[in-house]
C-alpha cells in the first residue's frame, strides 16, 4: 500500500471517530440523568419550561402592546380551537355576524393569542407567570378548558407546541419516534438514547429570526384571494350530509368517544390552571374559563366521558371574585359554519369572541 493511500485512509478515520464520540458523550449525557426520569424541556423541581422562541414572543408581543396607551388588551389561551382566534380582526372587518359598533369593539381591543395545537395549562401558567415578570398586566383573560389542556400525555397532542419543550424537535423527529411507540412527552428524553445522530441537528428555538419585533398590522384585512381561499374546506351544518357528514363529523365522534373514555387531568395541568386564576385575582384581572363550544352531536359524545363531570367541578370550585365560568354552547351564535366537529370556522370567531367579552362584562 502506498503512503498516500495510508494517509487518505487515515484522514478518513478521523472524521468517523469524531462522529461515534459525539454520539457516545450524547449517550453518556442522558445516561447520567437516567435515574430522574426527567423527560426533555423540563428541570427537577422545577415542571416545564418555556422555549426561548416562546420567551421572545412573549417579550416582543408585551412590549408592543405596553406601546398602545388606553387600549385594552385581552389575553387569550387554548388549543387549537382557540388558535382560530389568531384571524379575529381580519374576520371582525366582513363579519355578517356582527353589528357595526361591536366590529368596533372588537377592532379596537389588542389580542394577544397563545393558542396552540397540543398546548397544554402547565404552558400556559409559565407564559402568563413571564408577562407578570415583564410587569405586563392586560385587562383581561380568556382561557378555553379544553380537553387537551388538562392532561400530559393523550392522543391528540403530538409534541407540537412550542411553549412546552425548553429543547425542541421539528414535527418529523416525533414522527419518528411515533413509528416506534415512543409517542408521550417523557419518552422523548429516553427515545433519544435511540436516535441520538438526531439530537444533532439545529434545535428550532435557535432559529429566532421569525420572532425578531415586526410592526403589527392593528385592522389587517384579506385580501380577494385570501377571502376566497380562508373557509373553502368550511361548511354549513344544513350542508353536512352523506359521505362529507362522516368526513366531518362522524370520524371525530369515533375519535373523541374513544381517545376521552379515559379521560383524566394531570395533577400539574390541574395545579397550573389553579395557579392562572389565583394570579389573576390577586391582581383583581377579570377572567373567563369556559369550556369550549363544539358541535351538538360531539358535546353529546364528551359528556358521556369522565371530561364533563372534571370541568364541572372547575366550575363549581374556581369561580368567585373576577373569575367567571361559562359552558359555550352553538345554540349561543348565528354563525354555523364549520370546518369539522371539533372546529368551528375562522368566519364565526367574530361573534364568539364578542360574546365571551359580554359575558365577562368586558364590553357594554
Known amino acids: 500500500m502506498s503512503n498516500s493511500e495510508s494517509g487518505f485512509k487515515k484522514w478518513l478515520y478521523y472524521p468517523l471517530l469524531l462522529i461515534v464520540l459525539l454520539l457516545a458523550a450524547d449517550k453518556l449525557l442522558l445516561l447520567a440523568n437516567k435515574d430522574t426520569a426527567t423527560p426533555v424541556?423540563?428541570?427537577?423541581?422545577?415542571?416545564?419550561?418555556?422555549?426561548?422562541?416562546?420567551?421572545?414572543?412573549?417579550?416582543?408581543?408585551?412590549?408592543?402592546?405596553?406601546k398602545l396607551p388606553g387600549r385594552k388588551t385581552v389575553v387569550v389561551f387554548g388549543s387549537s380551537r382557540s388558535e382560530r382566534f389568531n384571524l379575529l380582526k381580519q374576520e371582525t372587518t366582513i363579519s355578517e355576524y356582527l353589528n357595526a359598533p361591536q366590529k368596533e369593539q372588537i377592532l379596537s381591543t389588542q389580542f394577544l393569542v397563545y393558542a396552540q395545537v397540543g398546548a397544554q395549562m402547565v404552558a400556559y401558567y409559565h407564559a402568563l407567570d413571564?408577562?407578570?415578570?415583564?410587569?405586563?398586566?392586560?385587562?383581561?383573560?380568556?382561557?378555553?378548558?379544553?380537553?387537551?389542556?388538562?392532561?400530559?400525555?393523550?392522543?391528540?397532542?403530538?409534541?407540537?407546541?412550542?411553549?412546552?419543550?425548553?429543547?425542541?424537535?421539528?414535527?418529523?423527529?416525533?414522527?419518528?419516534?411515533?413509528?416506534?411507540?415512543?409517542?408521550?412527552?417523557?419518552?422523548?428524553?429516553?427515545?433519544?438514547?435511540?436516535?441520538?445522530?438526531?439530537?444533532?441537528?439545529?434545535?428550532?428555538?435557535?432559529?429566532?429570526?421569525?420572532?425578531?419585533?415586526?410592526?403589527?398590522?392593528?385592522?389587517?384585512?384579506?385580501?380577494?384571494?385570501?377571502?376566497?381561499?380562508?373557509?373553502?374546506?368550511?361548511?354549513?351544518?344544513?350542508?353536512?350530509?352523506?359521505?362529507?357528514?362522516?368526513?366531518?363529523?362522524?370520524?371525530?365522534?369515533?375519535?373523541?368517544?374513544?381517545?376521552y373514555k379515559t379521560f383524566a387531568v394531570d395533577p400539574l395541568m390541574d395545579e397550573s390552571l389553579k395557579r392562572i386564576v389565583a394570579m389573576a385575582r390577586a391582581k383583581n384581572i377579570p377572567v373567563l374559563l369556559y369550556r369550549p363550544f363544539v358541535h351538538d352531536e360531539l358535546k353529546q359524545v364528551l359528556d358521556k366521558t369522565p371530561y364533563a363531570p372534571a370541568v364541572d367541578k372547575y366550575a363549581k370550585e374556581l369561580i368567585g371574585g373576577s373569575v367567571q365560568f361559562h359552558y359555550?354552547?352553538?345554540?349561543?351564535?348565528?354563525?354555523?359554519y364549520w370546518s369539522d366537529a371539533s372546529h368551528y370556522s375562522t368566519r364565526c370567531t367574530p361573534e364568539i369572541m364578542h360574546h365571551l367579552l359580554r359575558v365577562l362584562k368586558f364590553y357594554p
Not at 441520538?196 to 384579506?222: C, F, M, W
Open 41 to 66: 424541556g423540563v428541570t427537577r423541581g422545577a415542571g416545564i419550561q418555556l422555549s426561548e422562541t416562546a420567551k421572545i414572543r412573549l417579550n416582543m408581543e408585551a412590549s408592543f402592546a405596553a
Open 328 to 336: 359555550a354552547s352553538q345554540n349561543d351564535y348565528k354563525c354555523k
Open 130 to 259: 413571564h408577562l407578570w415578570r415583564l410587569n405586563y398586566i392586560p385587562d383581561a383573560i380568556v382561557l378555553e378548558i379544553g380537553p387537551e389542556l388538562l392532561e400530559l400525555e393523550h392522543k391528540n397532542n403530538h409534541g407540537k407546541s412550542e411553549f412546552i419543550f425548553s429543547d425542541e424537535y421539528d414535527y418529523e423527529y416525533y414522527r419518528l419516534l411515533a413509528k416506534f411507540g415512543k409517542k408521550s412527552v417523557a419518552d422523548e428524553a429516553r427515545a433519544r438514547l435511540l436516535f441520538a445522530g438526531y439530537a444533532l441537528k439545529p434545535r428550532p428555538e435557535l432559529q429566532v429570526y421569525d420572532y425578531l419585533p415586526k410592526a403589527q398590522n392593528e385592522k389587517p384585512e384579506y385580501s380577494l384571494l385570501q377571502k376566497y381561499f380562508r373557509g373553502y374546506k368550511d361548511y354549513l351544518d344544513a350542508e353536512l350530509t352523506g359521505k362529507l357528514r362522516e368526513e366531518r363529523v362522524g370520524a371525530f365522534l369515533t375519535m373523541y368517544g374513544n381517545n
